[in-house]
């Protein structure tokens, strides 16, 4: 494994929080009815919403290879703002649709 543990764990979070920030951002934005803002914001939140899923799928491929490592609260704290993350994304983006029948 090229990089330790701790530092993709850090990865995984870091990216998890910008993805579910620039979905609240997207949000804001369908509420002051800028959808097109909202959709780029929410491009930038799968984008690193990506990002934090493949660190996290590096580790599982990782360990499939034999390369097991030892399970830490940081890896799982990790987990968790990436579950965070793609369930606001998930919401965030219903809740845009609905802002745009609104609007209609």
Do not use: C, P, W
Not at 2 to 29: M, V
Request: aromatic share 8%; charged share 25%; hydrophobic share 40%.
């Amino acid at each position: 494994m090229e990089k330790d543990l701790t530092q993709i764990s850090f990865e995984i979070i870091a990216y998890a929080g910008d993805a579910r920030s620039y979905a609240f951002k997207a949000l804001q934005e369908a509420k002051n009815k800028n959808f097109e803002l909202a959709q780029q914001y929410l491009q930038k939140s799968k984008d690193a919403g990506v990002k934090a899923h493949q660190a996290q799928t590096d580790l599982l491929f990782d360990e499939m290879n034999g390369n097991t490592s030892e399970m830490s609260l940081l890896l799982v704290h990790s987990q968790d703002h990436l579950m965070t993350s793609m369930l606001a994304q998930e919401l965030i983006e219903e809740m845009i649709e609905l802002y745009k029948k609104v609007e209609l």
